[in-house]
């Protein structure tokens, strides 16, 4: 089982929809979580992080979390044609043998259309 | 603020010389800086972990001879990709955190090497 699973998309919305993302986790002890956004040719940029079960809201971004389903996903409103990028999700993998790592998942592709 | 800078921002090399890729945190001292590989269409692969003073921990695969990294001081982290071939080819990006692993990560802008 990988550690963080995306859908891997492509994901198309029509513009002003919402896109919902999803990722799942393996790591039932993982207390930190990401979303970063990277465009084609570019590298990662953060958009949100969270750590407590629940919603937390930034502009049109709101990421969820589930630690009991090990789920985070996140929820873009008003979606926009440069919101069409490849969103990665990231877990914090506590490692009792080794160094604790944050783990990337594959990313999901995301189109927006106008 | 969180800004973290790479140099150079693409590179062509012949097969067999070495390249050296700077990642700079410019406004903030990173303890920790991570180095990852991305291939077209794919997900970053951490390659290596180093904090500031100390060895890096390469990931399992990753041939430590071959890229070899340096991370001098709290805002400056190096890796040299040594007798590049162009199956080295790829795109490099640095991250940069303030504390040990359980930070956020800031990405630089990535280093795509082509080796001819």
């Known amino acids: 089982q990988k550690e963080v699973e995306q859908n891997s998309g492509p994901l198309s919305v029509p513009e002003g929809a919402i896109a919902s993302l999803n990722c799942t986790y393996s790591d039932r002890v993982s207390q930190s979580f990401f979303w970063y956004r990277q465009y084609s040719g570019k590298s990662p940029e953060l958009i949100m992080s969270i750590y407590s079960n629940g919603d937390k809201e930034d502009g049109r971004f709101t990421a969820q979390l589930n630690k009991a389903s090990q789920y985070v996903s996140l929820l873009i409103r008003d979606s926009q044609p440069s919101d069409s990028a490849t969103y990665l999700c990231?877990?914090?993998?506590?490692?009792?043998?080794?160094?604790?790592?944050?783990?990337f998942g594959p990313g999901t592709s995301l189109s927006v259309i106008p | 603020g969180a800004v973290v800078s790479q140099h150079p921002s693409r590179v062509i090399c012949k097969s067999g010389t070495s390249v050296k890729i700077e990642c700079r945190s410019l406004?903030?001292?990173?303890?920790?800086m991570f180095w990852y590989r991305q291939f077209p269409k794919k997900s970053l692969m951490l390659m290596a972990t180093?904090?500031?003073?100390?060895?890096?921990?390469?990931e399992q695969g990753v041939e430590k001879d071959k890229f070899l990294i340096n991370h001098a001081s709290l805002t400056l982290s190096t890796l040299t990709v040594t007798s590049a071939h162009p199956e080295d080819s790829s795109f490099y990006i640095c991250?940069?955190?303030?504390?040990?692993?359980?930070?956020?990560?800031?990405f630089g802008p990535g280093t795509r090497l082509t080796v001819l």
């Open positions: 406004d903030f001292q990173a303890t920790t």
């Open positions: 991250s940069a955190s303030w504390r040990a692993y359980t930070d956020t990560q800031y």
């Open positions: 990231a877990v914090l993998s506590i490692r009792e043998t080794s160094y604790d790592k944050v783990i």
């Open positions: 180093s904090n500031e003073g100390s060895k890096a921990t390469y």
